[in-house]
């Protein structure tokens, strides 16, 4: 499964980008507001820092407009993959610049139909928000299942993306339902590497190493 980091925070990306388990990065005009800074500046710090494919959302709501955002986003580099919403005109958009060969991720996805739907239009990368469906008593994980069964069942390429994840449990959860990618918020991807027994194990042999004397040259 590959974590793409789920911010517009290019100082969050380029610290965990060093560790090297980056594959990729998800905006969205939230968190672009969250970031207080310019889109298009924003947008070309983050590609320049991964090479892997980063999300940049349209705002526009027809498809001729929408298609028209989508293009300009992509020239801002080769990485860029536009974000379309799950709409009638994000559908139109995202047959229109995967016909190009712009990367598209449909997002704000919901239910299996509407992911059926993205895959036929062409989709690069379908997002089902599991947080938001767990918010309003749904199950979100149930959703990305769903998704993988039927995208199996008719070999379409289009990547599952689980988004709106919240916690170690979300991720452990699509890696097991077989989501090819989780988009994940920076504070989400660090706690997963941290247990309460690692760092009493390292407590204890750094403690005991010390009495040693010894020094690893
Ligand atoms: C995905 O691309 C979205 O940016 C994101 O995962 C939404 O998450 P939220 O429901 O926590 O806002």
Request: proline letters at 4%; a negative charge.
């Amino acid at each position: 499964m590959k974590f793409f980091i789920d911010t517009a925070d290019v100082a969050a990306i380029r610290e965990l980008a060093a560790t090297g388990l980056v594959d990729g990065v998800t905006t969205n005009p939230s968190l672009v507001m969250k970031s207080g800074r310019d889109f298009r500046e924003v947008v070309e710090e983050i590609c320049a820092l991964v090479d892997g494919p980063v999300s940049a959302e349209v705002t526009a709501v027809e498809a001729d407009r929408m298609i028209a955002e989508g293009k300009s986003l992509a020239a801002i580099a080769k990485n860029v993959v536009v974000k379309v919403p799950l709409t009638i005109d994000g559908l139109k958009a995202c047959r229109a610049l995967s016909g190009d060969g712009i990367g598209v991720n449909v997002t704000l996805c919901f239910s299996a139909n509407q992911a059926l739907l993205a895959a036929k239009a062409g989709a690069t990368f379908i997002s089902p928000f599991i947080g938001r469906l767990d918010d309003i008593g749904a199950d979100g994980m149930e959703l990305i299942r769903e998704i993988r069964v039927i995208y199996d069942n008719y070999d379409f390429r289009t990547e599952v993306l689980a988004a709106s994840i919240r916690s170690p449990q979300h991720v452990k959860d699509c890696a097991l339902a077989g989501a090819d990618v989780a988009t994940v918020p920076p504070a989400v991807l660090k706690a997963l590497a941290s247990h309460p027994l690692t760092d009493k194990g390292l407590a204890a042999f750094l403690a005991d190493w010390e009495k040693t004397g010894q020094k690893i040259v």
